[in-house]
């Protein structure tokens, strides 16, 4: 059973920054490509960035050049450093661990998941 928890999320103003982490257990994080997606209030869940397993990351267009993702293998966490925030990024964020058949953009993809954690952004 593979067991994420997310962390980092908090208040900031318009401009500024955030680092989340997500800390798996469970199972090797080198071994897996894990995603990281969002869902504000009345939307769909929605893709936000991925890393795989051999360390090629990828984000969507809308966070192209403010969001950046990395992964700790030895500490078996991932995180979403988001920079230049704005109003519009406020959203539960999630990581989930990524199985098959899917593309990586797709909630379906995804077969273990996190709680979240809450990002809001003030302007």
């Known amino acids: 059973q593979v067991q994420l928890v997310e962390s980092g999320g908090g208040l900031v103003q318009a401009g500024g920054s955030l680092r989340l982490s997500c800390t798996v257990s469970g199972r090797t994080l080198g071994t897996m490509t894990m995603g990281w997606f969002r869902q504000a209030p009345g939307k769909e869940r929605e893709f936000v960035g991925r890393s795989s397993n051999g360390g090629v990351t990828r984000v969507a267009d809308s966070v192209k050049g403010r969001f950046t993702i990395s992964r700790d293998n030895a500490k078996n966490t991932v995180y979403l450093q988001m920079n230049s925030l704005k109003p519009e990024d406020t959203a539960v964020y999630y990581c989930?661990?990524?199985?098959?058949?899917?593309?990586?953009?797709?909630?379906?993809?995804?077969?273990?998941w996190g709680q979240g954690t809450q990002v809001t952004v003030s302007s």
């Open positions: 989930a661990k990524k199985g098959s058949g899917f593309p990586s953009e797709s909630t379906a993809a995804y077969e273990y």
